[in-house]
């Protein structure tokens, strides 16, 4: 097609989210990679089964909110080992629990964890997540968005929801 476009003397752009991850992608489903982006690693304190919907961890949650929406900057999603968890809210003193939490969600296996283990709260924005930002895969995102742009001729890339780049990493690096 923009073979034909450039022949008519049009040129052609590529328009992409950005770096932001659709929760359907292999990157998220059936296992989700070891290098979403997250906010803050907490300690699980207490083994969790499968079918428990509290997880108790050693650092503070009074500062977790659990608002969420297209331009707020939070998730209600926790990743540990191979698992996403949903949490509704979160206890405000010790001991510091996430709660009502929906186990196995985005078609991940629900799973045992043992005290130690890290659950890390993901990066959320524009109902997607994103990568670490020194990560692999942000290097695969961006590596596959140039490989689209080359292989197929592109003239220009047009990121939207770049307005949203200070999820990566912070404000200073926005």
Not at 144 to 173: H, M, R
Request: proline residues 4%; glycine residues 8%; charged residues 25%.
């Amino acid at each position: 097609i923009n073979d034909r476009l450039h022949e008519a003397g049009i040129s052609a752009i590529f328009h992409t989210y950005a770096f932001f991850i659709d929760k359907n992608t292999k990157y998220v489903t059936p296992v989700p990679s070891k290098d979403l982006g997250y906010f803050i690693a907490f300690t699980i304190s207490q083994p969790v089964s499968a079918i428990d919907s509290e997880i108790v961890v050693n650092e503070s949650t009074e500062n977790i909110s659990t608002l969420t929406g297209f331009f707020v900057r939070n998730s209600r999603t926790l990743r540990i080992g191979e698992e996403l968890i949903e949490f509704s809210d979160v206890t405000r003193t010790h001991p510091f629990k996430f709660t009502g939490c929906k186990r196995g969600v985005n078609e991940t296996t629900p799973a045992s964890h043992g005290a130690s283990e890290s659950a890390f709260h993901l990066r959320e924005m524009f109902g997607r997540f994103v990568p670490g930002p020194d990560t692999e895969l942000f290097e695969e995102i961006a590596g596959n968005t140039a490989k689209i742009v080359s292989d197929c001729g592109f003239d220009g890339i047009y990121f939207d929801a770049i307005d949203g780049s200070d999820i990566l990493a912070g404000e200073e690096y926005f």
